[in-house]
């Protein structure tokens, strides 16, 4: 294994590892305040649409579509996988016809 | 007292000061699709590290060491000798800025554990796992050990996959073709689904949206997930004050 290689790998993995611990580290032992704990309890949700808002608009209307009967499925049932099952199903169904 | 209360308001309806092996085992089964479509990805990162010009070995480190989808694929295009490794290291910093506030959504919960053991499941924190780990707090099932059985599974499978690409070398099938990298997309719209509140999420959810829309235009990596993500619960506190 080459030293730079190794080196690259290794600072990577650190930043990485900071990036997953960092949280909880600044979090850890401090009782947040009012407006702090209801911004995190805001976070998830708003990080979720941020990751797949942009991922559902690239994805086209294939991939729209799909979403959108996954969410419908989870509605309806309250369960995951099914949701997991219908959005892999339709956007390869949707793909396949619309390409 | 005051900090026990905080603190639980924040950690929604559960505690998780248990960790049991129990709890590591529900996170592995919750994790199995992920894991088994996210074969696909493994094997695509090892097929294109050997085309980069990395040993086997290095490409294992690399999956082993760093454990993140995204930041090795981006780190592929800047895999030209000499290594820029200090563009590789800011590179990988934006690309996994967003689990800073991943992790203090979840600091409630694993604050109570040991620092080896929350410290230990920092490394196991991923998109998906924190994904998986926020629908079992609002069942009320959080383990503290979930999210390291979770990430082990996965973890396992992106290692494994990544020799196995490596090893073929020859070109894969498109994975997009059999819709096996929309198994995500698919969980983070159902789980959305379920923490749908109408009014109260509208507003928040709907600056997140456009936030990252256009971050995602402007901005290169994956900035957009924490810009949105910070815009919208800022917006949420807001209203939540009013």
């Given at each position: 294994m080459r030293t730079d290689a190794t080196l690259a790998i290794l600072a990577m993995a650190l930043?990485?590892?900071?990036?997953?611990?960092?949280?909880?580290?600044?979090?850890?032992?401090?009782?947040?305040?009012?407006?702090?704990?209801?911004?995190?309890?805001?976070m998830p949700g708003a990080l979720l649409v941020a990751i797949v808002a942009p991922l559902a608009l690239a994805s086209g209307m294939a991939g729209i579509v799909a979403l959108a009967g996954a969410a419908l499925i989870a509605i309806r049932t309250g369960r995951v996988l099914p949701a997991l099952v219908a959005g892999v199903a339709l956007v390869a169904l949707l793909r396949a016809i619309l390409h | 007292m005051r900090e026990t209360i905080t603190r639980d308001e924040l950690a929604g309806d559960a505690?998780?000061?248990?960790?049991?092996?129990?709890?590591?085992?529900?996170?592995?089964?919750?994790?199995?699709?992920?894991?088994?479509?996210?074969?696909?990805?493994?094997?695509?990162?090892?097929?294109?590290a050997r085309q980069a010009g990395m040993s086997l070995g290095e490409a294992l480190?690399?999956?082993?060491?760093?454990?993140?989808?995204?930041?090795?694929?981006?780190?592929?295009?800047?895999w030209v000798a000499p290594l820029p490794v200090v563009a590789l290291a800011a590179t990988t910093?934006?690309?996994?800025?967003?689990?800073?506030?991943?992790?203090?959504?979840?600091?409630a919960h694993l604050g109570r554990l040991?620092?080896?053991?929350?410290?230990?499941?920092?490394?196991f924190l991923t998109d998906e796992t924190w994904a998986l780990a926020l629908r079992e707090r609002a069942l009320g099932t959080l383990d503290g050990a979930f999210i390291m059985g979770g990430g082990l599974a996965l973890f396992a499978s992106w290692v494994v996959s990544t020799a196995g690409g490596y090893l073929a070398g020859a070109s894969l099938r498109d994975p997009a073709r059999w819709g096996l990298d929309f198994v995500f997309p698919a969980l983070v719209v159902a789980l959305l689904a379920g923490m749908w509140r109408g009014r109260a999420t509208l507003a928040p959810w709907g600056?997140?949206?456009a936030v990252a829309l256009a971050a995602a235009v402007l901005l290169p990596g994956k900035w957009y997930i924490l810009l949105g993500g910070i815009a919208g619960a800022v917006v949420g506190a807001l209203r939540d004050a009013d």
């Open positions: 930043v990485t590892y900071g990036t997953r611990a960092g949280g909880f580290w600044l979090m850890r032992g401090l009782p947040p305040s009012r407006r702090l704990a209801a911004a995190l309890r805001h | 505690e998780a000061a248990t960790f049991t092996a129990s709890g590591a085992l529900l996170g592995a089964r919750r994790a199995l699709p992920l894991a088994i479509t996210g074969l696909a990805d493994g094997l695509v990162f090892g097929v294109l480190l690399m999956s082993g060491a760093v454990n993140t989808g995204t930041a090795q694929f981006v780190a592929l295009g800047l910093l934006v690309v996994g800025a967003r689990h800073l506030l991943m992790g203090a959504t979840l600091a040991s620092p080896l053991r929350r410290y230990g499941s920092a490394f600056v997140a949206a």
